[in-house]
């Protein structure tokens, strides 16, 4: 029966493998042709079995991976990022510049999404990520005023 990608899984297949060598190594390594083909079969099962549960496992790792990237990500922004209106914005010299990100998406998941206008609205921004829709006039693009970016 498949896992959940544990370490445990992977163990208890390992150990369904090794369980069968010991029934070989209890028979006196003499076994009749059908026991050894019933034996030979579970071996061959059980080592499919550990294969699928350590790509499994190399999945949950990749995604912890990815989640270890974004939050580290999220922490060095947290420090240069500033409220204004109702979005979240860059700063340099602790003044908010540039493309507003969704303040849904940061303060719950600190994700950092950009607005985007609306089609056919100048006065709508939605994030792409959870949706939510912003007034235009309350997160507005704010011009780098003689910062160098
Ligand atoms: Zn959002």
């Known amino acids: 029966m498949p896992g959940q990608g544990t370490v445990e899984d992977v163990l208890r297949s390992l150990n369904f493998a090794q369980d069968v060598g010991k029934q070989i190594r209890d028979a006196g390594y003499v076994l009749d042709k059908t026991e050894l083909k019933r034996l ?4 061959t099962s059980a ?4 294969k699928m549960e350590l790509s499994l496992l190399q999945g949950v790792c990749e995604a912890r991976d990815d989640e ?3 939050l580290h990500e999220a922490l060095v922004y947290k420090g240069n990022l500033r409220r204004r209106g109702d979005g979240y914005y860059k700063t340099l010299d602790g003044r908010p510049y540039g493309q507003p990100y969704c303040s849904y998406c940061w303060e719950s998941k600190q994700q950092l999404l950009h607005l985007h206008s ?5 006065d709508i921004r939605i994030c792409p990520g959870c949706k939510n829709e912003y007034q235009a006039i309350r997160t507005p693009y704010l011009e780098a005023d003689g910062m160098t970016v």
């Open 40 to 43: 030979l079969a579970e071996l």
């Open 47 to 50: 080592v499919a079995s550990s």
């Open 68 to 70: 270890l990237i974004r």
């Open 118 to 122: 609306r089609i056919l609205s100048k």
